[in-house]
């Protein structure tokens, strides 16, 4: 079955960097990969994804690149603030018909006033 | 629109007893997935019901089960309840409309302890 790699598990940052999260996965066949970012007592929220048909898709300050090739993918952050601060799950999926999220085990970003 | 609510958000049970889960899914959304969270496993599937039929099934033991109502609300239930269920179970609902077949919302969760 799937499986999905993320890396760091931690990165702290100063407020106005950037910041970067990577995720290989395993299985050629996903074709859709989201990130969800989860604060304290709190359920993962949807914040971008991309679907394979895509290498690279940008919202405000954040941006999801992906390498169909090398099987991993990454998430941007530009401008850190303070608010960016939680735990990030990245996530793979074969689609429709075949659902189930396959996350990695999640990055704890800690951005620094 | 109303997100994802599931009920109740904090549950402690004993060993040996059962508990049921329930999620409501966003207006219109057909599909729910259940998913337990926990530190060392981290985020991992249990199944997943569109139209009131299970479509998908994680590798969890049968003490874990679910169905879903013609409403689209959802329940889980979890017999002889065990030390290691205790986790964030969290429920995702899905538009699986076309072009958003891929796109899974999450509720806040429902945190059991098991004692």
């Known amino acids: 079955g799937e499986n999905v790699e993320q890396h760091p598990s931690t990165l702290s940052v100063q407020e106005g960097d950037s910041a970067v999260i990577k995720c290989t996965y395993s299985?050629?066949?996903?074709?859709?990969f989201p990130w969800y970012k989860q604060e304290l007592g709190k359920g993962p929220q949807l914040i971008i994804d991309?679907?394979?048909?895509?290498g690279e898709k940008k919202d405000q300050r954040i941006a999801v690149t992906l390498n169909k090739t090398a099987k991993h993918f990454s998430l941007h952050i530009t401008e850190t603030q303070p608010e960016d601060s939680a735990v990030y799950f990245c996530?793979?999926?074969?689609?429709?018909?075949?659902?189930?999220?396959?996350f990695g085990k999640g990055t704890r970003l800690s951005v620094i006033a | 629109k109303a997100g994802v609510t599931q009920t109740p958000r904090y549950l402690i049970k004993t060993r040996g007893q059962q508990v049921t889960l329930s999620c409501s899914p966003i207006?219109?959304?057909?599909?729910v997935s259940w998913y337990q969270q926990t530190p060392g496993q981290g985020l991992q599937f249990l199944f997943e019901?569109?139209?009131?039929?299970?479509?998908n099934k994680g590798n969890f033991p049968g003490r874990f089960s679910g169905r879903q109502f013609s409403n689209s609300r959802s329940e889980m239930n979890v017999s002889t309840l065990e030390l290691g269920d205790s986790a964030l179970y969290l429920c995702?609902?899905?538009?699986?409309?076309?072009?958003?077949?891929?796109?899974?919302?999450f509720g806040p969760g429902t945190r059991l302890t098991v004692t």
């Open positions: 995702a609902s899905s538009p699986r409309l076309r072009d958003r077949a891929y796109e899974q919302y």
């Open positions: 299985d050629s066949a996903s074709n859709y």
């Open positions: 991309i679907r394979s048909n895509v």
């Open positions: 996530a793979a999926s074969m689609g429709w018909g075949n659902t189930p999220l396959v």
């Open positions: 207006s219109g959304h057909r599909s």
């Open positions: 019901y569109f139209s009131e039929t299970q479509r």
